[in-house]
C-alpha cells in the first residue's frame, strides 16, 4: 500500500495524486456495471420494473457522490499552498470511503452556495491558468486546486447523490380506497461497514388517508424507519417492530441490499479468498476488482388477528423464514442471495481456484466490451 497514507490499521489515506484518481476511475467503472446487472436480474424476475428503476436511482447516487468525491481530491499530493487531506477509505472491511467522508460531504453541501459565490467562476480560472503557464512558465497548481473545488461545490449543488441517510420516499402501486399499496425505498451509509445499504418495503394501507399525504403518520413513518436502519438489525426484527407500530400499515415484503464490499489487490488488503483470487489473476489496470453484495428478502406468510382495545381487531403478519436448517432463524430473513460482479480475468481465477463457500455465489462477469453474463 505505497500508494496510502496510514490513518489506522483499517482506514488508509489516498494521499498519491494517482493512486487517488486510479481509485475514483475504478468506481466510475464499477457503478456503470451496476445498471447494467439490475438488467440482467430484471430479466431473469429477480428485480420487477419498480425495483430496477428505484436502484437505479440509488446506484446513480452512489455514482454522483464518487464523482464529487473525486473533484474535492482531484490535487492531492500536490502543493496547492493549502493543508489538505485525503481521501479516507476502509481498506480491510469495504473498500468503500470512511462514513466520516459522506458526513463532511454532507456538511459541505449545506455551505455549497458561500463556497461558490466566493470563488471565481470556471472561466476566470481557466483564463487565469492559461496567463500564468503562458506569462510565468508556472504549473498553476494553486488556480487547479481552486477549480476542483468550484466543481466539487458545483457538484453538491447539483443534488441526487447519496448521502449518509437518504430518507425513505413513498410509490404508489395499487388500490385506491380501503386497502392501498406501496412501495417504500430508503437508503443509509453503515456506519460500521462502510456501506451503501438500500431498503425497500412493500406495505398495505388501510388509513382513512393515503400513507403519502399523511402529515401525521407519514413522517412518523419516516422517522422510525431511520431508526431502524442498521445493518445489524435482522430485517424480522424491523419488519415486526414496523408491524406493531402502525396499526393501519401492512409490511407484506421488505427487502435490503448491502453494496459492497469492493475487493482491489492494489487498493485493499481485506483477507479471505478473494484476496487470493485478485492476486493469482494479476489483471492489468482496471480489471484488478470485485464487487459483493448481499440481498436479502422477507416475505409475510399470512396474516393474524390479535385483540386492540376493547372491541377492536388489527392485523399482525406472520413472517416467512428460510426453512433450511434453521438458517431463516438465525438471518431473520426468508432468503439471502449474495453476488458478486467481476471482469474477466479475475472471473478465470475464481473459477480455476473455486475456493470454498463460493459454489452459491452468484456470478456477474464483465466482458471487455462492457457486456454483463451471468453464472
Not at 496510514?6 to 486510479?22: C, I, K, M
Not at 487565469?128 to 508556472?138: A, G, K, L
Amino acid at each position: 500500500m505505497a500508494d496510502a497514507k496510514a490513518l489506522d490499521n483499517d482506514h488508509v489515506g489516498l494521499s498519491d495524486t494517482f493512486a487517488s484518481r486510479r481509485y475514483f476511475a475504478k468506481f466510475e467503472r464499477i457503478t456503470g456495471y451496476l445498471g447494467r446487472v439490475a438488467a440482467v436480474m430484471q430479466a431473469e424476475g429477480d428485480l420487477n420494473k419498480t425495483e430496477v428503476e428505484v436502484l437505479t436511482r440509488y446506484v446513480q447516487g452512489i455514482a454522483y457522490t464518487f464523482k464529487a468525491l473525486s473533484m474535492k481530491y482531484l490535487l492531492v499530493g500536490r502543493d496547492t499552498g493549502q493543508f489538505f487531506g485525503s481521501l479516507a477509505m476502509d481498506v480491510t472491511e469495504s473498500g468503500f470511503p470512511v462514513f466520516n467522508e459522506l458526513l463532511v460531504m454532507a456538511n459541505d453541501a449545506q455551505q455549497a452556495r458561500r463556497h461558490l459565490d466566493n470563488l471565481p467562476d470556471e472561466a476566470t480560472l481557466k483564463k487565469r491558468m492559461v496567463e500564468q503557464i503562458i506569462s510565468d512558465r508556472q504549473i498553476p497548481t494553486r488556480l487547479q486546486f481552486a477549480l476542483s473545488q468550484r466543481l466539487y461545490y458545483q457538484e453538491l449543488r447539483k443534488g441526487h447523490l447519496f448521502w449518509a441517510q437518504n430518507d425513505p420516499d413513498i410509490q404508489w402501486i395499487e388500490g385506491l380506497e380501503e386497502r392501498r399499496r406501496y412501495l417504500v425505498h430508503w437508503a443509509v451509509y453503515d456506519s460500521q461497514m462502510n456501506l451503501p445499504t438500500i431498503y425497500l418495503m412493500e406495505l398495505e394501507d388501510t388509513g382513512r388517508r393515503p400513507l403519502g399525504k399523511d402529515e401525521r403518520r407519514w413522517p412518523e413513518v419516516q422517522a422510525h424507519l431511520m431508526g431502524q436502519s442498521l445493518g445489524g438489525l435482522k430485517l424480522l426484527t424491523i419488519a415486526r417492530g414496523f408491524d406493531e407500530a402502525f396499526d393501519a400499515l401492512h409490511p407484506k415484503r421488505l427487502r435490503r441490499f448491502h453494496v459492497g464490499p469492493m475487493y482491489s489487490h492494489t487498493f485493499t488488503r481485506q483477507t479471505g479468498p478473494m484476496r487470493a483470487v485478485l492476486a493469482e489473476a494479476n489483471a492489468p489496470e482496471g480489471q484488478d476488482w470485485a464487487l459483493a453484495w448481499t440481498d436479502e428478502v422477507l416475505e409475510s406468510e399470512r396474516v393474524i388477528e390479535e385483540r386492540a382495545g376493547w372491541f377492536g381487531t388489527v392485523e399482525r403478519q406472520v413472517f416467512a423464514l428460510d426453512p433450511f436448517a434453521g438458517h431463516g432463524a438465525e438471518t431473520g430473513a426468508t432468503r439471502m442471495e449474495r453476488s458478486i460482479i467481476l471482469p474477466e480475468r479475475p472471473y478465470q481465477a475464481l473459477a480455476e481456484k473455486n475456493p470454498p463457500g463460493f459454489g452459491s455465489v452468484t456470478k456477474f462477469v464483465v466482458s471487455p466490451g462492457g457486456r454483463v453474463l451471468r453464472y
